[in-house]
């Protein structure tokens, strides 16, 4: 029998550090409950965003979001599960993701490279190799 907290088709690693990782929210969105393992992106720290999207309210059930920015400390880590997720759930986490935040992929201290929501600079999701993204 399949593992329902695995995708079918696992095409990417989503890295979460906030409320993505909550089971409410993970089976509002996919449907399902995400099997995650712990890692860390290195060289970030983690602030506050104001939420102000009901649905996203609803779903998290708070109206305050972690967000991440880079930090000055290339000592700061900021913990979370990184999540196989399919191509359709990555399009569901997006839709989910608020306007505040951009989805970028990034290496995570273990080696993978996954996506994440960063703060939104402007552009749109863009891949670690990006020079701008450095």
């Known amino acids: 029998m ?18 993505l990782q909550l089971p409410e ?38 109206d305050r ?3 991440v920015v880079p930090s000055p400390d290339p000592e700061d880590d900021v913990a979370g ?7 359709a759930e990555l399009a569901m986490a997006d839709a989910y993701e608020v306007d505040d935040y951009t989805r ?3 290496t995570l201290r273990s080696g993978i490279r996954a996506w994440v929501y960063l703060e939104r600079s402007g552009s749109a999701p863009t891949t670690a190799d990006d020079p701008a993204h450095h």
């Not at 399949?2 to 409320?19: I, K, M, N, Q």
């Not at 509002?28 to 009901?54: K, N, Y």
């Open 2 to 19: 399949a593992d329902p907290t695995v995708p079918e088709r696992a095409a990417h690693h989503l890295f979460s550090y906030g409320t």
């Open 65 to 67: 979001h972690p967000m």
């Open 104 to 106: 970028r992929e990034v």
């Open 81 to 87: 599960q990184v999540f196989a997720v399919s191509d």
């Open 25 to 62: 929210v993970q089976l509002s969105q996919f449907g399902r409950l995400l099997h995650g393992t712990p890692d860390a992106l290195s060289g970030h720290r983690t602030t506050i965003v104001l939420i102000t999207d009901p649905e996203v309210i609803r779903a998290s059930g708070t």
